[in-house]
């Protein structure tokens, strides 16, 4: 396994199932100290790259102010999932982070 893995929990307010994926609806105020580590950590492993002249498009961050997780189908009572932080993605004139978010009762 490579990349960084971060496991934390969040209380869903809802669940959508499909065939291959699952969507958690939260609400931010309920879930606030967690979303605001992971977006902490998102900076701090922005910060490390040492990109100056960049733009870094935070797209974890983005994904939780949308009050909707995606990820693989793991059943409605979940509310442990993984951040997999795999890499960097880069173009002119942006980059983010690589991430997926999978429920933590799947093997990686």
């Known amino acids: 396994m490579t990349g960084v893995y971060i496991v934390f929990s ?4 809802s669940a959508a199932l499909t065939f291959k ?7 931010r105020e309920d879930n606030a100290e967690t979303i605001d580590q992971l977006e902490r950590i ?4 922005a910060n490390k790259l ?3 002249d960049i733009t870094v498009v935070p797209g974890i961050a ?3 102010q949308a009050g909707e997780l995606r990820c693989a189908s793991s059943g409605r009572g979940t509310t442990s999932f993984v951040l ?8 002119d004139v942006a980059c983010g982070l690589v991430f997926r978010i999978l429920p933590a009762n799947r093997p990686l």
């Open 62 to 64: 983005i994904a939780l």
């Open 42 to 45: 998102e900076v701090e492993l």
């Open 84 to 91: 997999k932080v795999s890499g960097l993605w880069r173009s």
């Open 10 to 13: 969040l209380r869903p307010t």
């Open 50 to 52: 040492g990109l100056r």
């Open 21 to 27: 994926r699952s969507a958690f609806s939260f609400a």
